[in-house]
Structures are given as structure tokens and as C-alpha cells.
């Protein structure tokens, strides 16, 4: 069955230092999204990208993070500089149709990638 | 901006009853509302959805309701077993994302 791949799956940091989480999407999926979880907490929206393009973003993602779908099959959340307040589980999910629509489209989560910043 | 309330953080219920989770949301009137499972660890994993014009959806054990007027989703799992004992996640559905409440911790003591 495909899934959603996501790289690595802990990382380790100091404060300050750039990270790039790297996922890759079902590959007949169109739409792309990053959430986050904080130990304990709940599933947050980052950002949702179709098209090349972001879609919508979340008060937390701001300056600091980026995405980008350099190839037909990769799509990467960097932080430029990271802080505490990083560190959490990030997951990729993907969907193949619109979110909202005639129907609507179903997210599929990658495994996650743990951040830890120190 | 939108909220989202489940009800309870955690259940505990006897094997083989009837668990009953709760959604409320407010400031939104999503055409579409999921629910998804969640294991310790683990990523969302996608079970059910309902429109706003359908009063109810099953699939297998899971039933769903949605209340347009109450502003309220009820997620049914029949005949429980220890395997459904994880954390349930009610989504709003947006234009360009979804939103999730803070989920339930369902157990199922054998």
C-alpha cells in the first residue's frame, strides 16, 4: 500500500542551527501539508502547498520555516534557525483530491520525524 | 477563530460496550468533518468522514453523526474490543487544511 516516507525520524539540534525535515508524498497526490505535534499535545496545521505554491499558512509558521517541492517527488519543511519551542513531532501528509469540494479528500500521515532542540 | 472540543480527554470502557466520543466546535461551518485514529508515536490515520448534509455515516463498527445545528459530531465504536483502545481525533475541514481537536484517549479494558 503506498505511504507516506518521511526522513529522519529523530534529529537531534542545538539552538539556532538550520534543520530540514525531508518527506515523500504518495506519489499520485497533489496536495502536500506539514503539521506538528508537541509532547502531549495536539496535531497543529503548519502549512498546506499545491501547485507550487503555499496554500495557507498558520500563525506558526512564520519567518523562520519554509517549504519547498524541489523535485517531482520530495517535499521539505526547513527552519532556519531553531529554538526550544521546536522541538516536537513533525509530520508530512499528502492527498490526492481537494480537501473541500464535491467530496472531500482524506490526509495520509507519514510516520513523523521527531525534532529535539537543545 | 475556529474551536474545537472533545469532550473528554480520556474513556475507559468495559470490552464489547458501546464507546461514545463527543465533538463540539464553534466560529466554523465546515462542510466536512473527519474523524481519525491516533496511536502512541504514530501519525493520523484516516477513518471516516461526514458531510453537512448527512445526518449519519458507518463503516464496519464506527457510525458518525453530525449536527449542523448543535455545532456537534458523535463517533460510535460498536461491540469495543482492546484493539480500538487509542486516541481519536475529530477534524474540521477547511479549503486548504485540516483542524484537529485535541482527541480522546479511548481504552478498552478486556
Known amino acids: 500500500e503506498p505511504e507516506v516516507t518521511q526522513t529522519p525520524s529523530h534529529q537531534v539540534t542545538q539552538m539556532g542551527q538550520e534543520v530540514i525535515l525531508r518527506c515523500v508524498p504518495i506519489?499520485?497526490?497533489?496536495?502536500f501539508y506539514w503539521y506538528r505535534q508537541i509532547l502531549g499535545q495536539k496535531v497543529e496545521f503548519l502549512v498546506s502547498?499545491?501547485?507550487?505554491?503555499?496554500?495557507?499558512k498558520s500563525e506558526i509558521f512564520d519567518d523562520q520555516f519554509s517549504v519547498e517541492r524541489p523535485d517531482g517527488s520530495n517535499f521539505t519543511l526547513k527552519i532556519r534557525s531553531t529554538k526550544l519551542e521546536d522541538s516536537a513531532m513533525y509530520f508530512c501528509a499528502s492527498s490526492i483530491k481537494r480537501l473541500a469540494g464535491d467530496t472531500s479528500g482524506e490526509l495520509f500521515f507519514g510516520e513523523g520525524s521527531r525534532l529535539t532542540v537543545l | 477563530s475556529q474551536k474545537i472540543e472533545q469532550n473528554s480527554e480520556a474513556l475507559n470502557i468495559q470490552e464489547g460496550k458501546t464507546a461514545t466520543l463527543t465533538c463540539n466546535y464553534t466560529?466554523?461551518?465546515?462542510?466536512?468533518l473527519q474523524w481519525y485514529r491516533q496511536d502512541p508515536g504514530r501519525g493520523p490515520v484516516f477513518l471516516l468522514l461526514i458531510r453537512e448534509n448527512e445526518k449519519e455515516k458507518r463503516k464496519e463498527r464506527l457510525k458518525v453523526t453530525f449536527d449542523t445545528t448543535l455545532k456537534q459530531s458523535l463517533f460510535h465504536i460498536t461491540a469495543s474490543q482492546p484493539a480500538d483502545s487509542a486516541t481519536y481525533l475529530c477534524a474540521l475541514v477547511g479549503a486548504s487544511k485540516i483542524i484537529f481537536g485535541s482527541g480522546t484517549r479511548l481504552s478498552i479494558r478486556p
Open positions: 466560529n466554523y461551518s465546515p462542510a466536512y
Open positions: 502547498f499545491y501547485n507550487n505554491e503555499i496554500s495557507e
Open positions: 506519489s499520485n497526490h497533489l496536495y
